[in-house]
């Protein structure tokens, strides 16, 4: 379970985490939403270990273990993920040999030999029709001309492959149309695991609508403000966050 305890961190000397306490239970899907500024994308760099966000208050433990103290490659050697939000176009590396790269990166922080051509065409091929991707597909350059629902498909089956213990999406700021938001929802659908948190970071209420969070947050103005079931995004989609904003 990820752990979050008064947890203040600050951008440039700008404090903008200010004693954000959360708990996502090993299982569980959590929705945050939050007014524009709020914190949300820091929250999931401080978590991730971007350089810049420096804690000055609190702590983050994943299952107990001191996840601040860990560097960004070690946080991904545990399973600590965040979704891109801009997928990278790289032409002339096919998806495949850009995937087995992150997870043979992931494989030699955790101590690990690197994977063998067959169990990571095998692995690839039972993640990817589980998740209803072409496998033709991955043998293109990685991005280079795929739809917005392609590359979604693209970066849900990258998390995938790297067995994510505690995966981030921040979907804040891009455009998702209708498709995009089924793919996401069907996908971090499909990812749910007993020795797995979510923590989906969204402005659109109706992304909730397929996922069915376990628990819907308020971030704002650096804190948790208030924490209940999916319902609570609904309320959030007719009133707004001036309550919030206004209390915080
Ligand atoms: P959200 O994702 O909730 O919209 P952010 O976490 O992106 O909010 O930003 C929170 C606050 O931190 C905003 O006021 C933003 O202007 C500020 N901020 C974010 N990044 C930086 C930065 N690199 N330097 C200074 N201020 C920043
Ligand atoms: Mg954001
Ligand atoms: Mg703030």
Redesign the pocket.
Known sequence: MLKIENLHAA??G?E?LKGLTLEVPSGEVHAIM?P???????LSYVLTGRS?YEVTEGSATLDGEDLLALAPDERAARGVFLSFQYPLEIPGVPALTFIRTALNAQRRARGEDEIAAPAFLKLAREKAAALKIDFEMLKRALNVGFSGGEKKRMEILQMAMLSPRFLILDE?DSGLDIDALRIVADGVNALRAPDRSMLVITHYQRLLDYIKPDRVHV?AAGRIVASGGPELAHELEREGYDRYARAA
């Open positions: 951008v440039d700008k903008i939050g524009n500024g709020a914190g949300k994308s820091t810049g804040t971030l």
